[in-house]
């Protein structure tokens, strides 16, 4: 079955700065990559996602990036803000088959 | 987006009793829906797939008659803790996707279950 390793599992950055997270993947059929930002007792929210045929992906301060070969992404949040500070997950999936393998998740602290 | 809404939000039982926790998707239908449990600090792991009108799909490690699962609808899905024990204790999450219209997944917003 599929393996997702997340690192690093706590990130503290300075408010204003870039955050990354990276993750890699073991099974060459998963095809779909999310990420999912959950606050503490809640449910996760996706936050953005990508498909194998793009590479990359943008959405305002938000990117993924996507290497199929090496399998694996990452997540970069640029002008971090405190609202930032949440535990993101990365997931991975066959296109078609919503079974999501999670990754241990990332504590960000943003500090101001 | 989709909305999947989960019941209740928290419980809180006694041990050798079950308990029962809905995943309802309101405004799509879900022929399949996966059920997550979540330990404090740590990831979603999988514990089955739950398909509509036939057996669940368990993991690996995941006790089938302890955590009973029906999905007898295309909205809704039912997850039973039978006989819970302390270490049961944990956040339920389900998610479900509107296959019709996109990929994405939408989650309930769990159940946080505590067995004294």
């Known amino acids: 079955g599929e393996n997702v390793e997340q690192h690093p599992s706590t990130l503290s950055v300075q408010e204003g700065d870039s955050a990354v997270i990276k993750c890699t993947y073991s099974d060459s059929a998963s095809n779909y990559f999310p990420w999912y930002k959950q606050e503490l007792g809640k449910r996760p929210q996706l936050i953005i996602d990508i498909r194998s045929n793009v590479g990359e992906k943008k959405d305002q301060r938000i990117a993924v990036t996507l290497n199929k070969t090496a399998k694996h992404f990452s997540l970069h949040i640029t002008e971090t803000q405190p609202e930032d500070s949440a535990v993101y997950f990365c997931?991975?999936?066959?296109?078609?088959?919503?079974?999501?393998?999670f990754g241990t998740g990332t504590r960000l602290t943003i500090i101001p | 987006g989709a909305v999947v809404s989960q019941h209740p939000s928290w419980v809180i039982c006694k041990s050798g009793t079950s308990v029962k926790i809905e995943c309802r998707s309101l405004d799509f239908q879900a022929t399949t829906m996966f059920w997550y449990r979540q330990f404090p600090k740590q990831s979603l792991m999988l514990m089955a797939t739950?398909?509509?009108?036939?057996?669940?799909?368990?993991e690996q490690g995941v006790e089938k008659d302890k955590f009973l699962i029906n999905h007898a609808s295309l909205t809704l899905s039912t997850l039973t803790v039978t006989s819970a024990h302390p270490e049961d204790s944990s956040f339920y999450i389900c998610?479900?996707?509107?296959?019709?219209?996109?990929?994405?997944?939408?989650f309930g917003q769990g159940t946080r279950l505590t067995v004294v």
């Open positions: 998610s479900a996707s509107d296959r019709g219209r996109r990929v994405e997944a939408f």
């Open positions: 739950s398909n509509e009108g036939s057996k669940a799909t368990y």
């Open positions: 997931a991975a999936s066959p296109f078609g088959n919503e079974k999501l393998t």
